[in-house]
């Protein structure tokens, strides 16, 4: 059990509509990072958030963005849903004390289906 | 850019068999290296991780050892069970990035090992 819980479990969402998925860290990491794994593949980095902004991004276009609340709560939003966003959506949460070796843990994810 | 490439799977093995999955990566910095682990319906879980070169990695029976002057971090195991069946991850983070690249884990593809009794 990491204490990171996210929701919906499952989600089925047709091309072109807009989703939000949500993330509840563990309490006092401050830390949230968002990834995307395809079928497959391994998780694919889309973007951190640190004190409520985002301070790093992977090679995701900005219709990918996200929110961080004081909560330790976190939002992904996806605007306009291509076929290829179909994928599990991972968040990950850590303690910034640990500095760029924090350990990273990851909920159970969302697996969004796009048709 | 940072890469990390795993050997192919599916792999299968009987119980107690001795398990390597190979891991090499490939970083500008001097990046801390994770096995991280997935089972089916759920998160990744950390395995292990070694933070420079020659450290070794262990947890549950499982070891990797950061070999710098190969660029590796093949994770092993003497003798496998049925539960060690899951999705192994080989994943690379550096330490020093900037920028957009803060905080970022780099993954391989995965490997599925599927243990029979």
């Known amino acids: 059990e990491t204490g990171v819980t996210q929701s919906p479990t499952h989600l089925i969402k047709t091309r072109g509509q807009q989703v939000t998925l949500r993330c509840s860290s563990q309490?006092?990491?401050?830390?949230v990072s968002w990834y995307q794994q395809a079928l497959g593949q391994g998780p694919q980095f889309i973007f951190q958030?640190?004190?409520?902004?985002?301070?790093g991004r992977g090679n995701f276009p900005p219709r990918f963005s996200g929110l961080q609340f004081p909560n330790y709560s976190s939002e992904l939003n996806v605007n306009a849903l291509e076929l290829d966003d179909s994928a599990l959506y991972l968040c990950?949460?850590?303690?910034?004390?640990?500095?760029?070796?924090?350990?990273?843990?990851f909920g159970a994810g969302t697996r969004l289906s796009v048709l | 850019g940072d890469s990390v490439t795993q050997m192919e799977g599916p792999v299968t093995l009987s119980e107690e068999a001795f398990l390597t999955i190979n891991c090499t990566y490939t970083a500008t910095g001097y990046p801390s290296l994770f096995w991280y682990v997935q089972y089916p319906g759920e998160g990744l879980q950390l395995l292990l991780k070694?933070?420079?070169?020659?450290d070794k990695g262990s947890n549950k029976g499982f070891e990797a050892t950061y070999r710098k002057e190969t660029t590796s971090f093949h994770l092993e195991k003497g003798s496998v069970q049925v539960s060690d069946s899951a999705v192994y991850f080989c994943?690379?983070?550096?330490?020093?990035?900037?920028?957009?690249?803060?905080?970022?884990?780099?993954f391989g593809q995965g490997t599925i090992l599927t243990v029979h009794p």
């Open positions: 990950a949460s850590s303690s910034i004390l640990q500095g760029a070796l924090g350990i990273q843990y």
């Open positions: 309490s006092g990491h401050n830390t």
């Open positions: 958030y640190y004190r409520e902004e985002e301070n």
């Open positions: 070694a933070t420079k070169a020659d």
């Open positions: 994943a690379l983070r550096d330490p020093e990035a900037g920028g957009t690249s803060y905080g970022k884990l780099t």
